[in-house]
């Protein structure tokens, strides 16, 4: 059971637009809706921002979406704000009732 | 409010035994999965395993099966991750969950993490 595969850095200017993709297998990522998407700022406990590909828990800006093609999974930041700048998490279900995440994004607001 | 607490920093040595808690509210454990998750230092988060408190079915990631047990109890809403012998590999902070949704499959609400370091 690998990590997910995720860009090791991404930026982008505020205002802008950016996408961290999130590539799995067709036994994680590709077999099942339940990719879910976290920020977690340095020293900070992650936090919730889409669950199930593409859904946005209560509370978390609309700038933030989710979606998912193939064994890819990718969260959409529209107009990239300062607040914005952290490492970002995904994961999705596997089988057998286990997980896995990928190896994370750190995101820099330029 | 659903809340996780878990216990304090622990610095243990190589070989010693250690096992942690996450402590929650009814809401937390009545009806939900527990995940653990690891994150080394300087490092990216790691799924461990997860468990239904109430009947204390648990699973494993592959990576950590053999090397930690995962518990709980019930009746006082604390699950628990547990070793036997630790290494200095084991020296992160490990976080526990609420696993919920379909296959639970959202880890919504998170302890506040608990430092473990493991040092001679």
């Known amino acids: 059971q690998s990590a997910l595969t995720q860009p090791a850095s991404v930026s982008g200017s505020p205002g802008q637009s950016i996408t961290i993709s999130c590539t799995g297998t067709?036994?994680?990522?590709?077999?099942?809706?339940?990719v879910s998407w976290y920020q977690q700022y340095p020293g900070k406990v992650p936090k919730l921002m889409i669950f199930?590909?593409?859904n946005r828990p209560s509370g978390v800006s609309n700038r933030f979406s989710g979606s998912r093609s193939g064994n890819t999974a990718s969260l959409t930041i529209s107009g990239l704000q300062a607040e914005d700048e952290a490492d970002y998490y995904c994961?999705?279900?596997?089988?057998?009732?286990?997980?896995?995440f990928g190896g994370g994004t750190k995101l820099t607001v330029l | 409010e659903v809340q996780l607490v878990q216990s304090g920093p622990e610095v243990k040595k190589p070989g010693e035994s250690l096992m942690i808690s996450c402590e929650g509210s009814?809401?937390?454990?009545?009806?939900?999965?527990i995940g653990w998750v690891r994150q080394m230092p300087g490092k990216g988060l790691e799924w461990m395993g997860i468990?239904?408190?109430?009947?204390?079915?648990?699973r494993y990631s592959p990576s950590f099966q053999g090397q930690v047990t995962i518990s709980a109890d019930k009746s006082i809403n604390t699950a628990y991750l547990q070793w036997s012998s630790l290494t200095a590999s084991d020296s992160g902070i490990y976080y526990c969950?609420?696993?919920?949704?379909?296959?639970?499959?959202?880890?919504?609400?998170w302890g506040q993490g608990t430092l473990v370091t493991v040092s001679s």
């Open positions: 468990i239904y408190p109430s009947d204390s079915d648990t």
């Open positions: 969950a609420r696993a919920v949704g379909a296959r639970g499959s959202t880890l919504d609400y």
């Open positions: 994961c999705s279900y596997a089988s057998g009732r286990t997980w896995v």
């Open positions: 009814e809401d937390s454990f009545t009806h939900y999965w």
């Open positions: 199930e590909v593409s």
């Open positions: 067709s036994s994680d990522v590709g077999a099942y809706t339940y």
